[in-house]
């Protein structure tokens, strides 16, 4: 592995959402970009803190490369992360569980199946289609 540089900037103090905010820029010259499990570990032993308290997130790598800019957030604890960070990114990192739904489109349909009821018929109309 080649060498990788971070760089922090805009750094903020944000105590209301208990976390500390940056931009982050990546130097890596030599390689096409850097994990966001990657820098997560490195933001951590810059900062002094666990690895799971930061999130990495909206990097963009330069044209020409060997430049990526992201943004960080660096929780004061774990259960601050889970209360604030929203929930998608917490299953990026794989502190939640995807909830598993059906498709855009076949909610869609199912509502508009259920138009054609009134009142209680409306639950059965969903799943006597289905069959």
Do not use: W
């Not at 030599?30 to 499990?37: A, G, H, L």
């Not at 990495?56 to 660096?74: E, M, N, V």
């Not at 992360?81 to 059906?102: D, N």
């Amino acid at each position: 592995m080649s060498e990788v540089t971070l760089r922090t900037r805009k750094f903020i103090r944000n105590p209301l959402l208990a976390r500390r905010q940056m931009v982050v820029d990546v130097l890596h010259p030599n390689r096409p970009n850097v994990s966001k499990d990657e820098l997560r570990s490195k933001l951590s032993e810059l900062y002094k803190c666990a690895k799971d308290q930061v999130s990495c997130f909206g990097f963009r790598t330069q044209y020409g490369g060997g430049k990526s800019t992201g943004f960080a957030l660096i929780y004061d604890s774990q259960t601050m992360m889970k209360k604030f960070e929203p929930h998608y990114r917490l299953v990026r990192v794989g502190m939640a569980t995807k909830i598993e739904k059906a498709s855009r489109q076949q909610r869609k349909q199912r509502k508009n199946r259920a138009k054609e009821f009134r009142g209680t018929a409306k639950k059965g109309a969903a799943q006597a289609k289905k069959k």
